[in-house]
């Protein structure tokens, strides 16, 4: 069982040390493949998920200072190098929790992105209806075993609900931006048609992406 708990747990570690990076070459890979515009706002808001770490991160330092090392190299997230001189393999600031900064934001985008959608979801019939619901019992469950590692291993769990929140106001923010500019089409991953209501004929229409 021990064995278990180890693997498991070191595997959510090293996911959240690729946070955000990973996601941001595997959006810019994903829009070259299938030119689904929605791939390459997401790579955008990695990027302004990036800035606003380092912009929450350096008020916190302005304010408490410097924050130590967590619990261990591990921790830190970001690609690491063989070598082991950890002040010139990553920064030493990365107060509140980068990784599970990351992971919240995103969920929060993802989750969002979702809603944006649930309503087509259903009106297209029984297999696709439960897909939502789906989603955001995945997101709600990666986002909780995050939590516990991370609480485990690396963070106290007051860093953690600052990075929660601040996560949660930046991903939905940026969701707003991102759909203002860019129109639902910024969010629709899956390529589904928009789904208009007509209130005076009293049906309902769809009209297909372009």
Same mark, same amino acid.
């Given at each position: ?20 990076? =990973?996601?941001? +070459?595997? %959006? ?6 299938? &030119?689904?515009? #929605?791939?390459?706002?997401? *790579? ?52 509140? =929790?980068?990784? +599970?900064? %990351? ?6 985008? &993802?989750?969002? #992105?979702?809603?944006?959608? *649930? ?55 940026? +969701? ?35």
């Amino acid at each position: 069982m021990a064995d278990l708990w180890n693997g498991i747990s070191g595997t959510i570690m090293q996911l959240g040390a690729l946070m955000p990076e =990973s996601i941001l +070459f595997g %959006s810019f890979l994903m829009y070259f493949i299938t &030119l689904n515009k #929605s791939f390459a706002v997401f *790579a955008i808001f990695i990027v302004e998920l990036i800035l606003s770490h380092k912009g929450i991160s350096w008020m916190v330092k302005q304010t408490t200072g410097e924050s130590g090392y967590p619990g261990g190299v591990q921790c830190f997230a970001g690609y690491k190098s063989a070598r082991k001189n950890v002040e010139r393999m990553m920064p030493l600031h990365q107060y509140p =929790s980068y990784s +599970f900064f %990351s992971i919240t934001a995103i969920a929060t985008y &993802l989750g969002l #992105s979702t809603r944006q959608y *649930a309503d087509t979801m259903k009106a297209m019939g029984s297999q696709w209806e439960g897909r939502a619901s789906l989603a955001y019992m995945f997101i709600i469950g990666i986002l909780v075993t995050f939590f516990i590692v991370r609480v485990a291993f690396c963070d106290k769990p007051m860093e953690l609900m600052i990075a929660f929140a601040t996560a949660v106001v930046c991903g939905a923010f940026f +969701f707003k931006i991102n759909t203002m500019f860019f129109t639902n089409e910024a969010v629709n991953f899956l390529g589904l048609p928009d789904m208009l209501s007509k209130d005076k004929e009293g049906n309902t229409i769809y009209v297909c992406s372009k």
